[in-house]
């Protein structure tokens, strides 16, 4: 093993979005091209934002597209606990270590003073933030003598424990994605820490756990930039050596601007998680690639290429020829447009890399649900419908023709195929195929072919209305195969019922 270690941290506080799949999907890759470990970690520190099944749904979501962990809660665990409400008692003396070297403080502000003191800037058109400039105003351990501040902690007035940001200083970072990126200081405020209800906050807990759990390389979305400086302050301020950061571009909405969101989805008819979720308290349901009929290898697919690509003109990679191509450095800073339409093209070419047999199987699953028996060899009709199938659902659709004779037509099939002349043709044609006696695909085809070769007409007189016959529209496989597959009584049958209907 490598030194390699890297995490991908969700809070469960929902389904695991498109995008944090993603995230994890470009840590794994990471971890796997450089033979390092990909560590799962929960980030549920926030209680309130707490929502139950997020967790599992996470790790279901992981499983599902293989993305597999090496560490994580239950798993090989190390370096654990991997839940971070279950290292809560670690975090405090991490806060106290900062008060201690002068890098943090306690601040007893109430929510009311602070929003007495937000108004006030913001009466004055300036935005409120608390650091270096006033902080010497508000009421906190830098403001207070050391006595009246121990006088509050021992009347366990609520507290919080502030990092002290530094004044007046360009911080150089560097972002494997992004290059260098500078930040003056000055613009950072104080970020809480901790909190008196014993709880760390994001930051502090987040640092903490990537210093001990070995962390090499922060990958994660682009929404926590504005948090690396404070990150890269806080590894400073610990005198620990900081990970590298690479901060992977937003996912873009489809059409128009901005980050692709649920509503996006709901409005255009695609999904925007992994697998459906039933939200706890409102029962909202939110629908999953799974569900939809996508396969795991076409979601993982699709999303190592929103952002990466391998510079080549190679789309099709599975999981395994992804950990090869994969290199960070090819991971474009601007954001990535969902293209809904390009991850169907995705399914359906891996709807064509399974073998006829599976789709067989999935076929006949999905008769056996609706009800129909029958003895055609199914898996002849799997190999013609394939092609054109996005989803495997879609071979019913596609062939449902073989099990029941159509009963409608067509509307504008009709018009096209079906002309004045055409029914004495096809009262030829019914004829025709009762003399046809191996009803056999190379049978049908022959004897027909030769039969509107000799009437010196157009094929499409002939095959159009035939067409229009047995499938009851101008779609479909070869037309003779389907005549064949059918039989000659089914086809016959069918061409009368057209006759007299149309
Ligand atoms: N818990 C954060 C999240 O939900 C993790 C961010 C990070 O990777 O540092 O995305």
Redesign the pocket.
């Given at each position: 093993m490598s030194t390699i270690r890297v995490?991908?941290?969700?809070?469960p506080?929902g389904p695991l979005h498109i995008g944090?799949l993603r995230?994890a999907l470009f840590n794994y890759l990471f971890a796997k091209k450089h033979n390092g470990t990909f560590i799962l970690?929960i980030?549920d520190t926030d209680q309130t934002r707490f929502v139950e099944g997020a967790e599992s749904y996470i790790k279901e979501a992981l499983d599902w597209c293989n993305i597999s962990y090496d560490e994580g809660p239950g798993k090989n665990e190390k370096f654990g606990p991997y839940k971070q409400s279950e290292r809560k008692h670690l975090y405090k003396a991490y806060a106290e270590e900062l008060i201690t070297k002068g890098h943090a403080y306690y601040a007893f502000d109430t929510a009311e003073a602070l929003d007495t003191e937000r108004k006030r800037y913001e009466t004055e058109k300036k935005t409120f933030i608390y650091n270096w400039h006033n902080r010497k105003s508000l009421t906190n351990s830098l403001s207070l003598s050391t006595e009246e501040t121990k006088a509050k902690l021992a009347a366990n007035e609520p507290y919080v424990i502030r990092f002290k940001s530094p004044q007046d200083e360009t911080l150089i970072m560097e972002d494997i994605i992004r290059g260098t990126i500078s930040i003056d200081t000055n613009t950072l405020d104080d970020k809480v820490l901790f909190k008196s209800d014993g709880m760390p906050t994001?930051h502090l807990a987040?640092i903490v756990d990537?210093y001990l759990m070995e962390i090499s390389h922060?990958?994660?979305?682009e929404?926590?930039l504005p948090?690396m400086a404070l990150?890269v302050l806080l590894y400073r301020a610990f005198k620990w050596n900081a990970p590298k950061f690479a901060h992977l571009s937003l996912i873009l909405k489809p059409v128009g601007k901005g980050k692709l969101s649920k509503r996006d989805g709901d409005k255009l008819g695609f999904p925007v998680f992994p697998l459906d979720w039933t939200d706890p308290k409102s029962n909202e349901v939110s629908s999953g690639y799974r569900e939809a009929g996508f396969y795991p290898e076409t979601v993982v697919n699709f999303l190592a290429l929103l952002g990466w690509n391998s510079g080549t003109e190679q789309e099709i990679f599975n999981l395994e020829e992804l950990v090869t191509a994969f290199d960070l450095a090819r991971v474009n800073k601007s954001g990535a447009k969902f293209d809904p339409e390009k991850n169907k093209w995705f399914q359906q070419q891996y709807i064509q890399q399974k073998s006829n047999e599976e789709l067989t199987e999935n076929f006949s699953e999905l008769l056996r649900t609706k009800g129909i028996t029958s003895t055609l060899p199914l898996n002849t009709i799997v190999s013609l419908l394939k092609e054109r199938a996005v989803f495997s659902k879609d071979l019913y659709e596609l062939g449902k023709f073989f099990f029941e004779a159509p009963t409608t037509y067509d509307v504008k099939a009709s018009k096209k195929a079906w002309k004045e002349s055409t029914t004495e043709l096809m009262q030829e044609l019914v004829n025709v195929v009762k003399i046809i006696e191996d009803f056999t695909t190379e049978n049908v085809t022959t004897q027909i072919k030769a039969w509107i070769t000799s009437k010196e007409i157009g094929f499409g007189k002939v095959m159009m209305p035939l067409r229009l016959a047995l499938v009851g529209s101008l779609q479909g496989p070869d037309v003779y195969e389907i005549a064949a597959l059918l039989g000659k009584d089914e086809t016959v049958s069918r061409l009368e019922k057209a006759i007299n209907k149309l």
């Open positions: 995490r991908f941290a969700p809070s506080t944090g995230t970690r980030e994001y987040n990537d922060v990958i994660r979305g929404e926590w948090s990150h």
